[in-house]
């Protein structure tokens, strides 16, 4: 039986990528930190209490040689911990003692949840005279994790794949992300405001994004990196235009409200078709499906 290890295995994407390696058959080891909610529901799943800095315990909490490792975990994923430097800090340090626990208990392969705004990043902080927010701070933690580990991968001989998601959504988030957001504003009927929304954007369903990590596991190219999205980007507005035809409830969407200071990527840095071309991931979901699917899950945890 092929084994797996799932860092953040709590996590909104960690717990759907455990959820479809168990499906898949997997052995499947799920490293929590605080809470094992999520996991209570997957059945055949071994959960192992691991937080971030006790990475280099695993070699012996597993006494497994997995084919496939999964980095999910990451501490300040999401609000105003995005912007705490030393927390962010401390995930770069965390990813680079897995890579060596990788190589002690002889995994065949890590993929790491990298994401789209390292390339916001690198875009913002070559542009002279650029005012890059604090928000940045997430983004470049990323990165920078992304450009030690692989090094570190490779003078260890483990083969690194780094996997940036667009924008991951669906049942199961609590974030307070923009969709998420969004989405309970429509429930309880109050008008959304945005930036003007020109800049370009990608939204992949959770259960997407599980089997494209699965698939790159299997099938992806060593110490390669893909982008992990629907393969469908275009400007936000228009994503955000089908979130209100969808399930917007009638409520005007209030557009310009907000300044935007980030940067617009060009549509080519969404591109998946290296990922289609090593994997033949295809999404499953379409937007407007998937965000009526958030809807209603999100309306009955209210309840």
Sequence with gaps: MRSAIVTGANGFVGSEIVRNLVNHGFNVYALYNRSKNRLETIEKCRTVHCPMDQFSKIPEKIQDSPDFIFHCAWSGSSGEDRTNIQL?????????????????????????????????????????????????????????????????????????????????????????????????????????????????????????????????????????????????????????????????????????NIPYTGVNLPLEKFSTEPLFRDTSFKTQIPFPVGVALTRDWLKEQEN
């Design 88 to 256: 962010q800090l401390s995930n770069v340090t965390s990813t680079c003692a897995l890579i060596e626990a990788a190589k002690i208990v002889g995994a065949k392969r890590v993929i790491v949840a990298g994401s789209i705004m390292e390339d916001e990043v690198k875009a913002v902080t070559d542009s002279n005279g650029s005012h890059p927010s604090k928000s940045y701070i997430y983004g470049a933690a990323k990165y920078s994790a992304h450009m030690m580990a692989k090094p570190l991968a490779v003078s260890l001989g483990v083969d690194l794949i780094w996997a940036k998601i667009t924008n991951a959504y669906g049942v199961g988030e609590l974030s307070p992300r923009m969709l998420n957001s969004t989405i309970r504003k429509c429930i309880n009927l109050e008008a959304p405001s945005f930036t003007a929304a020109t800049q370009n954007y990608d939204f992949i369903y959770i259960t997407d994004v599980a089997e494209a990590f699965r698939l790159i596991a299997e099938k992806g190219s060593s110490y390669s990196e893909y982008v992990v999205g629907s393969g469908e980007a275009k400007p936000l507005r228009n994503f955000l235009e089908d979130l209100r035809l969808s399930i917007g409830n009638g409520l005007p969407f209030l557009y310009g």
